[in-house]
């Protein structure tokens, strides 16, 4: 059985392990392009054959293509067991000498507390060997209620040694430690922790099955927007996109750990996760402080601004070696991430964009990530996966809501309804493709139209996220590095965010209606119908005999909002303007 032709899609070659060896090796110049994942749906033989590296070679070609053909199917599973076998051991007992006293390493506390804040102890203990793979530490605390929460530490460079831990509630606490390092272990201590500081509202969560809200019931309704490496952009950069945001309606943004290789997306960063270089080689035994000090920064400064971090902890947009580390390595750089930044109130967890593009991993590695960052989150943030082409199984029940990509080129938040009754979980669409007019079908919808994905979603009880890519002469497109928005939809967002928020309850859920027109609120007391590309110029309705009802003429476009004179009651008609992307409110009257 032949496993691949000249015909077989580039992307099946580049999925086979020796496949890609076999690329990388022979054409590094086609595996190393940032163009290379808008080719692979293309036939391998014709992408051999228009490769520069390979022009007048056709004997070359000729080879690559004996070569792949001669392959046989793998076991992907039996490949990253294995390698997990040869993989580095985890922390040992004695890495300190018995001569060394138990608990001697001095530790320093905050003098304040408080409920709903980030709460930090710090160690001074020992550096030889390799402290972040040679040292395990963990703390637990003992909160008034009598909870108690396993927090993992993490080495923080120079003798260092950190646990963090976001406050659940006020009054008397303790921790005691646990450590391989003798100087490490059975360390204790006390604080006091404060009422929560007026307008905490704690960490967002799961609310009313296909909804969120925060800690304290207040209603939070994702608008959500990416910009996947906008932490990887020099201060000047990311000071613009953060002064953007404050401007703007957006209180979600995705984005990577990693820095990002891809089209519009190839300069250097100025730090890498972990130390070494491009040049020289990454050791991913050691995590880079300096770059997560930066990264947890610029979290804490979303924060500030209202914004929930929703942080991609893998994607396959690599030249860097990040994304094909072993297992043992990925669940290292999991464990430390998630250490270190799971004091954060306003974290989401992704454990990837597009995980089906990171072909070296397998369901049982995504499954065994999640039981990971669940296992070092005592704070219990949300946390899904985002999908290129084939879903994951959001009803995996560590999953606590979808993360979508559009799967169909059209339709988009049409398919809401449908997801809530599958997976009865939030249905959040991440990328419903992206406004801008770059040559990539996810990339050039108008912004009227991203305004009509976000209202469809809305209306069918979901919610729809934003992006921007307008090129730029100096490829600065918001969706990978941020900057400032250019297009027309964010101001047309803000308007429907000052809709939802006025919402009776907090939530639009999906209403019986007309098969034409999509509806969502509170029967008969608050109904919501977005009649989206369709240009109606009067509609008629029914409601109960017997109540009155003020009638709202809400244009999304122009971002108005026109009562009706008086009241109505019953059977009545409504004059429309004709025009597109026209919505009407229907409010009892008390």
Request: charged letters at 20%; glycine letters at 10%.
């Amino acid at each position: 059985m032949t496993t691949f032709t000249a015909e077989s899609p580039l992307y099946f070659v580049m999925r086979h392990a020796e496949g890609n060896r076999i690329l990388s090796e022979r054409v590094p110049t086609l595996t190393n392009n940032p163009l290379l994942h808008t080719l692979y749906f293309h036939e391998v033989g014709m992408i051999l054959g228009t490769e520069e590296a390979l022009k007048g070679k056709p004997a070359e070609v000729a080879e690559i293509l004996r070569l792949i053909g001669g392959l046989e199917p793998e076991d992907t599973v039996a490949q990253r067991a294995a390698a997990a076998a040869v993989d580095v051991p985890a922390p040992a007992a004695g890495y300190e000498p018995e001569t060394v006293e138990r608990g001697s390493g001095s530790v320093s506390l905050p003098t304040t507390a408080a409920a709903q804040e980030r709460f930090e102890v710090t160690f001074a203990g020992p550096s030889h060997g390799n402290p972040f793979t040679d040292v395990d530490l963990r703390a637990v605390f003992t909160a008034p209620s009598g909870k108690v929460l396993s927090v993992p530490g993490f080495y923080d460079g120079d003798g260092t040694y950190k646990v963090r831990l976001l406050v659940p509630e006020p009054g008397e606490w303790t921790f005691s430690t646990s450590s391989n390092a003798r100087s490490l272990d059975g360390v204790t201590g006390a604080f006091s922790a404060a009422d929560a500081a007026a307008g905490a509202k704690g960490v967002v969560r799961v609310a009313s099955t296909f909804h969120f809200a925060y800690d304290d019931g207040t209603p939070y309704l994702p608008i959500g927007t990416t910009a996947y490496a906008w932490t990887h952009q020099g201060d000047a950069l990311e000071k613009q996109t953060l002064d953007t945001l404050a401007a703007g309606p957006f209180n979600k943004m995705r984005m990577c750990v990693f820095p990002k290789s891809y089209l519009f997306n190839e300069n250097e960063p100025d730090l890498y996760p972990f130390e070494g270089s491009l040049a020289g080689g990454f050791d991913y035994g050691r995590p880079n402080p300096a770059f997560y000090r930066h990264l947890e920064q610029r979290i804490s400064q979303l924060d500030e601004l209202g914004i929930e971090a929703d942080l991609i902890l893998f994607h396959a947009y690599d030249r860097w070696g990040f994304s094909t580390m072993t297992p043992g390595q990925d669940d290292r750089y999991l464990k430390y991430v998630v250490a270190r930044l799971a004091a954060h109130r306003n974290i989401w967890w992704s454990l990837a964009n597009e995980y089906d593009l990171l072909f070296r991993k397998t369901t049982e590695d995504w499954e065994r990530f999640a039981g990971i960052v669940q296992a070092n989150d005592p704070s219990g943030h949300l946390l899904s996966i985002h999908n290129c082409q084939d879903f994951y199984d959001y009803s995996r029940p560590w999953i606590t809501h979808s993360s979508i990509q559009r799967q169909d080129v059209h339709k988009t938040a049409e398919f809401t309804g449908e997801w809530r009754d599958r997976w009865q979980k939030p249905v959040v669409i991440d990328e419903c493709a992206y406004e801008g007019n770059i040559d990539q079908g996810w990339g050039n919808i108008t912004g009227q139209e991203m305004t009509r994905r976000f209202w469809e979603g809305a209306v069918r009880g979901g919610y729809v996220g934003h992006g921007e890519t307008y090129m730029h002469a100096g490829d600065i497109l918001w969706w990978a590095k941020g900057g400032e928005f250019h297009g027309t939809s964010p101001e047309r967002i803000a308007f429907l965010r000052r809709i939802l928020d006025g919402t009776p309850g907090g939530f639009l859920d999906p209403l019986p209606s007309a098969w034409d027109v999509p509806t969502a609120g509170i029967r008969y007391e608050y109904e919501l119908s977005y009649f989206g590309f369709n240009q109606p110029t009067y509609r008629n309705f029914v409601m109960p005999a017997g109540r009155t009802y003020q009638v709202d003429v809400i244009d999304t476009w122009n971002m108005t909002v026109e009562t009706m004179p008086g009241t109505v009651e019953g059977r009545f008609r409504v004059e429309l303007p004709g025009r597109q992307f026209i919505a009407v409110r229907i409010r009892a009257v008390s």
